[in-house]
């Protein structure tokens, strides 16, 4: 009966995992949609016949991939640009491939200060960057005059989506695979003066100036 059961299992799994289907995620819910998309299993997708039709495509910097039937119309017919959309079967194999081609990779890590083993590894692997933006670089961000100071290693992209790197002379950037490899002590690295404490330290500083000035 065990073994029974154990087949019918089995034949559930390969019928929903298919070596002819197509990837199906979201990088919201699952990064690896984005950065790893070869670990995925590919799904069946309902009512094909004679293969499956794959799609991948980025929508403001996040990667969907799944199948062709899935998408409207307007969307199907629009997605032949090897920038934002792409339709393939799975042997074509856009949907199982980093994409864009030309997306950023840069070295990824954060520490707690310039002695950590992200501010000296910088031989290490560079890696797809999770959010997708046309011409995004590289970074390296220097925090360290704050006692909660880091150091931080990532694409450009995902450190200004968490408030860090917006203006010039916070943080040092670069164009190219894995550019952000710098050692922690380069005099092209700035000390980054967009860290909460010093937000906190600038905005005492302007009340304090605003209170002198009613005063007199």
């Not at 995925?40 to 794959?54: A, D, P, R, V």
């Amino acid at each position: 009966m065990k073994l029974y059961l154990l087949l019918i299992a089995s034949l559930c799994f390969l019928t929903y995992i298919s070596c002819d289907g197509c990837i199906q995620c979201n990088s919201k819910t699952e990064p690896r949609c984005a950065t790893d998309p070869l670990s995925l299993f590919t799904k069946n997708c309902s009512e094909s016949i004679g293969g499956s039709e794959c799609f991948v495509r980025v929508l403001d910097g996040v990667t969907i991939r799944g199948c062709a039937k899935d998408l409207t119309n307007a969307t199907k017919a629009a997605c032949n640009n090897e920038l934002e959309c792409q339709i393939c079967t799975y042997t074509e194999g856009c949907n199982r491939q980093m994409f864009p081609s030309s997306r950023a990779q840069c070295l990824q890590c954060s520490g707690n200060s310039t002695s950590s083993p992200c501010a000296s590894q910088v031989y290490d692997h560079a890696s797809i960057c999770p959010i997708y933006k046309l011409g995004d670089l590289c970074y390296i961000r220097n925090s360290n005059r704050t006692a909660d100071g880091s150091f931080q290693r990532g694409c450009l992209s995902t450190a200004q989506a968490n408030k860090q790197c917006i203006k010039d002379g916070n943080c040092f950037t670069c164009t190219g695979r894995g550019c952000n490899f710098l050692q922690a002590n380069d005099t092209l690295i700035p000390l980054a003066r967009d860290s909460s404490a010093q937000l906190m330290l600038s905005m005492s500083l302007l009340l304090m100036g605003l209170l002198t000035a009613w005063m007199l």
